[in-house]
């Protein structure tokens, strides 16, 4: 028995002239715009707020990452060995700052996209940002991240609460929170660091709220990084 399959849809061709869209000037963003770059293909990356790496400039005064130097660094760019083997916060801006200056990426600050869409033609998309922009590229890439937004879990009796509930997104150090007492809801990497510089900033008494039993790991043993381990493995 003879199968018709339905001929596949064809697109008009993308014109050569219009850019790639990256949203996000944060380290995926930015690593996505070096490598188009380095193919060839003019990669335009938008950001709302007026630098780059504007989420990280946000983060808690003692943040480190928890990868090593070496394996934390973007394609094309090795982070400076003056760093230390684990980066800090401010460290690593200034790290995505260089990055961004060494590869002549085309960055655009203050611009917030609202909507993404077909062009009517089909042979793009179109993308609604602030100021009345209308701006038409061959592709988009989303590169918001995750630490865009904080979002505090709806609990009950949250409405009620009489005490400070605050999000880890508007912790900055320890200094506050002298001699109280304090409970950390989540033991990730944010959580646990943040509960050890509420212990070693004078905190009364710094409790943790664990879902799951975690997984604990010492970060490195006699020089050898546990992330080296788990690539390895």
């Given at each position: 028995m003879a199968v018709s399959r339905p001929s596949p849809v064809r697109r008009p061709p993308v014109p050569a002239d219009r850019p790639v869209y990256v949203i996000g000037a944060?380290?995926?963003?930015?690593?996505?715009?070096?490598?188009?770059?380095?193919?060839?293909?003019?990669?335009?990356?938008?950001?709302?707020?007026?630098?780059?790496?504007?989420?990280?400039?946000r983060h808690y005064d003692r943040l480190h990452l928890h990868t090593t130097r070496r394996l934390s660094a973007l394609p094309g760019l090795r982070i400076p060995r003056?760093?230390?083997?684990?980066?800090?916060?401010?460290?690593?801006?200034?790290?995505?700052?260089?990055?961004?200056?060494?590869?002549?990426?085309?960055?655009?600050?203050?611009?917030?996209?609202?909507?993404?869409?077909?062009?009517?033609?089909?042979?793009?998309?179109?993308?609604h940002a602030s100021g009345g922009r209308e701006l038409t590229g061959s592709a988009v890439v989303v590169a918001t991240g995750f630490n865009h937004t904080p979002r505090l879990p709806d609990w009950p009796g949250r409405d009620g609460y009489g005490g400070e509930l605050l999000h880890a997104g508007d912790y900055r150090d320890a200094t506050p929170y002298r001699d109280r007492d304090v409970l950390v809801v989540g033991i990730g990497n944010t959580g646990a660091e943040i509960a050890v510089d509420l212990a070693e900033g004078g905190a009364a008494r710094v409790r943790l709220a664990v879902r799951t039993p975690?997984?604990?790991?010492?970060?490195?043993?006699?020089?050898?990084?546990?992330?080296?381990?788990?690539?390895?493995?």
């Open positions: 944060g380290p995926g963003g930015l690593a996505v715009a070096q490598a188009l770059r380095a193919r060839g293909v003019r990669a335009v990356v938008l950001e709302k707020s007026d630098r780059v790496g504007a989420s990280w400039r003056r760093f230390g083997r684990w980066v800090s916060r401010d460290d690593l801006v200034r790290y995505l700052e260089k990055y961004a200056e060494h590869h002549a990426l085309e960055i655009v600050t203050g611009v917030e996209v609202h909507r993404v869409e077909r062009t009517g033609d089909g042979t793009g998309w179109l993308l975690p997984h604990i790991l010492r970060r490195s043993t006699l020089g050898w990084a546990a992330q080296y381990t788990g690539v390895l493995v």
